[in-house]
């Protein structure tokens, strides 16, 4: 029997050559051997480029409005960047533009040059990104030839470390916000030491309160695997919020309300119309109300 109104959290890795809408599509065939297709809504939170793997942390049904709060906070890289070699989009797929010396970059002057990295930056992200001029996207423009042109922004740059250092590669951790090019940032990087570096790996290790260890491996993705995660995250969903409204219960598989995910946040909403009282009361604007003061 088919299940109906089954909404929830399902973070999974991604493999290297998969898009993330690849992720999302391949899932959603999978959740239909098991939900009508019209019970099926799912998406992700947080793009990964076709060549990067790690933490990609998809939403089915009424929980897709929830991704925004369920993956606020850092995001955690660790990425391998390839030194004195530049390509058009900063990452081993593009083509090679340029080349620059890279013999003096030692991990010592890796150190030195780190800080000026770290904390709230302003960053110039790459014409390969999503982001969009005139309504277009940039990437789009820029595999027409098209020169793009996105003013720098700023980032928040949380904790960015050399790992290793055997030239021409040296490997980083970075935690940051979002909205940070992890591609842009080791490129400025490198221009900052006098050369040119693009990544040739790099794996999403944390997004928001989703670690590597807790996602769904490709191997694991099947109906049983991807119902179990929804219904445990929709089982953590509901005792959170009893704690937050204790005399509040909701039907197993009824559809979940918005609910921030935050108690501090709850108590700022208006207090609940009595549509049985009159209109001066109800209405805080009307005329008859300025007396009651």
Aim: hydrophobic share 35%; with cysteine.
């Amino acid at each position: 029997m088919a299940l109906r109104r089954l909404s929830g959290i399902i973070p999974v890795y991604k493999p290297s050559g998969w898009t993330s809408r690849d992720v999302v599509s391949k899932l959603t065939g999978v959740l239909c051997q098991v939900l009508p297709r019209s019970e099926v809504k799912l998406g992700h939170g947080g793009t990964l480029d076709p060549f990067a793997t790690g933490v990609l942390v998809l939403a089915q049904g009424s929980f897709t409005k929830l991704l925004g709060s369920y993956l606020a906070g850092e995001k955690e890289y660790v990425t391998r960047a390839q030194f004195g070699v530049e390509t058009d989009t900063l990452d081993i797929d593009g083509k090679e533009v340029g080349r620059m010396p890279f013999e003096h970059v030692t991990q010592e002057l890796i150190f030195g040059a780190l800080p000026k990295f770290r904390g709230e930056i302003m960053q110039t992200p790459p014409a390969y990104s999503a982001i969009r001029i005139d309504g277009k996207r940039a990437y789009k423009l820029a595999r027409k030839g098209k020169e793009v042109e996105i003013p720098a922004r700023p980032v928040t740059v949380k904790h960015f470390e050399c790992l290793s250092c055997n030239m021409p590669e040296a490997e980083f951790r970075i935690r940051c916000m979002g909205g940070t090019y992890v591609r842009s940032l080791v490129a400025d990087l490198a221009k900052e030491i006098g050369s040119a570096a693009h990544l040739v790996s790099l794996e999403r290790t944390a997004q928001g309160q989703f670690g590597v260890d807790e996602c769904l491996r490709e191997e694991d993705w099947t109906p049983e695997n991807l119902v179990a995660r929804l219904e445990q995250s929709q089982r953590k969903f509901h005792a959170e919020r009893a704690m937050i409204y204790p005399n509040k219960t909701y039907a197993p598989r009824e559809p979940l309300p918005w609910v921030p995910p935050y108690p501090n946040e709850v108590f700022d909403r208006p207090p609940p119309l009595d549509v049985g009282a009159p209109v001066s009361e109800r209405n805080p604007h009307h005329p008859g109300r300025a007396a009651a003061g």
